[in-house]
């Protein structure tokens, strides 16, 4: 079974500094990840998708790179602001159609 | 395009009870996939369908059912209600089996 873990789980920042969010998962035999975004009490916001023969995506602020073979995956914020503040969750999907999605990081900007 | 859309938004049930959740997918998306969020084990995968057939399903009681009609549109069964089932229950769809999903903003069940 796919392990998938973030860290750190809450994470709070001055506004316009850049930060890294991590995501390690335990099997390399994923097809994809997706990061998300959650506001409070609200559904999940897609921000990017990487298919598992890349090794990053970019939109925006936003890039998201992949590492199969250590396990890992971050996403990158460049310039933070405080409508960046939200729940970062990173998903993969296996090559067996299972979705795992990580335990998430809560972001908050300080303006 | 409108996006996925969950029916109803809030919903308050007591033990023992019944209730369907409905979600609506992206026009032209095919495959309709449900999740559970907790604050304690996080999103747990329900069940996916695809074209009116299970494709994938999670680790869940029997309790958990669903079903896709022919327009994609989808709904959730959960029989014979806990109170651990209080939880915000998530609908996402995709148009391909393999493509990103989409979230709806989900049905926040409570049971009392």
């Known amino acids: 079974k796919q392990e998938v873990t973030q860290i750190p789980a809450a994470l709070s920042v001055p506004e316009g500094e850049n930060l890294v969010l991590n995501c390690s998962f335990t099997?390399?035999?994923?097809?994809?990840l997706q990061w998300f975004r959650q506001d409070p009490g609200k559904g999940l916001t897609s921000l990017l998708l990487?298919?598992?023969?890349?090794r990053e995506q970019t939109s925006g602020r936003l890039n998201a790179s992949l590492d199969k073979s250590s396990g890992r995956s971050t996403l990158y914020i460049a310039a933070s602001q405080p409508g960046d503040s939200a729940t970062y969750l990173c998903a993969f999907r296996d090559i067996g159609n299972q979705f795992y999605f990580g335990t998430g990081t809560s972001l908050t900007v300080i303006p | 395009k409108a996006g996925v859309t969950q029916t109803p938004r809030y919903l308050i049930k007591t033990r023992g009870q019944q209730v369907t959740l409905s979600c609506s997918p992206i026009s032209g998306h095919r495959s309709v996939s449900w999740y559970q969020q907790t604050p304690g084990q996080g999103l747990q995968f329900l069940f996916e369908?695809?074209?009116?057939?299970?494709?994938n399903k999670g680790n869940f009681p029997g309790r958990f059912s669903g079903r896709q009609f022919s327009n994609s549109r989808s709904e959730m069964n959960v029989s014979t209600l806990e109170l651990g089932d209080s939880a915000l229950y998530l609908c996402a769809s995709r148009p391909q089996k393999y493509n990103e999903q989409f979230f709806g903003p989900g049905t926040r069940l409570t049971v009392l």
């Open positions: 369908y695809f074209s009116e057939t299970q494709r």
């Open positions: 990487i298919q598992s023969s890349q």
């Open positions: 099997d390399s035999a994923i097809y994809n």
